[in-house]
């Protein structure tokens, strides 16, 4: 099978990574902070209780714990005082949280309470088990696929920051945090600032202004008004790093000279860097499209040839809630495409295979129609058909950890539409379904991993049987 990107890498010095405790610059002096057991005597109300310090520094400490009134895990965060003690920067202070709390997104870690306790102020926030992508790279950079999978979630995040006013200011590995069951999500908006000029925020007293690694030129000018362009230079330092093990400084070279990938993520991160930020990426949600169209096509040139490989690398049940409404509508070919090729419905729980898998049929001339459970997938069909224009195909994800998945989704649709056909995909190649699809409703499978030929192919196979039974029964 023909890759997208390759597994081997050149050689290369062994990076250094900034350690965990230069989470936040500035963050350099050890404080006497409370022990877990003082600090739950400190929170008032009596509803938290705290087990571990999980880091700390010149700055502020962070604790995990539980919120017992709703038996939820939890982590707190700690700033002291002595960082601004005047009642503007507490007046700040709350204002950002409150920011902060009213932002939901899958890929956010979520802000639950703020307050103030002796010498403290503090934020709870939602606790994530894992590890973050500063400890993940000390043991070396992510293939391209992986380094993508993570960035198109943080991108999803940003946009949506971005969209509420507030750009992050801090982006690095150690504020992307990737949980065990394969969620990604940005942390610590703590140096957030709102793009707001007649807002009066946190980070304008006392405030670092980001880890120097990954901050913006414009970061460096105390006259430069900082908007959400500062995150996108540093999702490009990022992902450098992701791909390389190393931090783009000076006279940085490309990464498809130090690692195997495909150069044209070259351009994207050298668009990324671009000292004048005018000439980068005007949003992250660009910087995502452009992402996904190096996986969705493959490289021009017989010398790089090869297809994306969806499916691989990314864990079960990973962050796949949808944004938007739970079926979004069928999405045209692009103008470049080739002629209309029918009505795909598609049941998958992950958004960037999802994603790919619709760049990859619109460009073959098939209108696309999304879902992520297959409660929302039967009925799509069933207003379809009510609406007298039925899907020509259904793709299902076998297995779906937090809804519906395709087999009890295949046994309603054939209730609706006993001639539906239903193409089924799973990584696990031994279950039932995936042995024996016709005994189980479907017309074909379709094994993970596999690449854009094949869901083409196996696309075409399946419509090309419907086309010919159709033309038999007159239908």
């Not at 500035?26 to 600090?39: A, D, F, I, K, V």
């Not at 700390?56 to 002595?82: C, D």
Request: hydrophobic share 40%; proline share 7%.
């Amino acid at each position: 099978m023909r890759r997208l990107f390759s597994f081997g890498r050149k050689s290369t010095p062994p990076p250094r990574v900034p350690s965990v405790s230069e989470g936040v610059a500035g963050w350099t002096t050890p404080t006497p902070y409370p022990t877990p057991q003082e600090l739950t005597q400190m929170m008032p109300g009596g509803i938290y209780q705290f087990d571990l310090m999980i880091g700390q520094g010149g700055m502020g400490a962070v604790y995990r714990g539980r919120q017992l009134n709703l038996e939820r895990a939890v982590a707190v965060k700690i700033l002291h005082r002595q960082h601004g003690t005047d009642y503007a920067y507490g007046q700040r202070f709350r204002r950002e949280a409150q920011s902060l709390a009213q932002m939901n997104h899958p890929n956010i870690v979520s802000v639950y309470d703020f307050g103030i306790v002796g010498d403290y102020l503090f934020y709870v926030m939602e606790y994530i088990e894992g590890i973050d992508l500063h400890q993940s790279l000390c043991a070396g950079p992510l293939s391209a696929m992986r380094a993508i999978e993570i960035l198109v979630k943080v991108c999803d995040a940003l946009a949506y920051a971005h969209s509420k006013g507030i750009v992050h200011r801090d982006i690095k590995p150690a504020n992307i945090l990737l949980s065990k069951d394969g969620r990604i999500k940005v942390a610590d908006f703590g140096l957030a600032k709102r793009v707001d000029p007649q807002a009066t925020m946190l980070t304008q007293t006392n405030m670092a202004m980001g880890t120097p690694d990954y901050a913006a030129p414009e970061q460096y000018d105390a006259k430069s008004e900082i908007d959400h362009r500062a995150d996108i230079y540093a999702l490009g330092v990022m992902f450098y790093q992701m791909l390389t093990g190393q931090i783009p400084r000076g006279a940085w070279h490309p990464p498809s000279s130090l690692v195997s990938c495909d150069a044209r993520l070259d351009a994207i991160i050298t668009r990324a860097l671009k000292p004048d930020r005018n000439q980068r990426q005007k949003s992250a949600e660009e910087l995502k499209g452009e992402l996904l169209d190096v996986l969705a096509s493959p490289p021009q040139g017989p010398a790089t040839a090869a297809v994306a490989v969806f499916g691989a690398g990314t864990a079960p049940g990973s962050a796949a809630a949808m944004s938007g409404p739970a079926v979004k509508a069928p999405t045209g070919p692009a103008t470049s495409a080739k002629p209309y090729a029918g009505l795909v419905l598609l049941l998958e729980d992950d958004v960037l295979l999802r994603n790919l898998m619709v760049r990859t049929l619109r460009k073959e001339g098939y209108e696309v129609s999304e879902t992520a459970d297959g409660s929302d997938t039967v009925k799509a069909y069933s207003e379809a058909m009510m609406a007298r224009r039925p899907f020509d195909l259904v793709l299902v994800d076998l297995t779906i950890p937090l809804g519906m998945g395709g087999a009890r989704a295949m046994q309603l649709l054939r209730q609706v539409d006993p001639e539906v056909d239903a193409i089924v995909s799973s990584g696990n190649r031994s279950d039932p379904a995936m042995l024996q699809p016709s005994a189980h409703g479907f017309a074909d499978v379709l094994p993970k991993p596999y690449d854009s030929e094949d869901l083409v192919r196996v696309v075409k196979q399946v419509l090309e049987r419907r086309q010919r039974r159709l033309a038999k029964t007159g239908a």
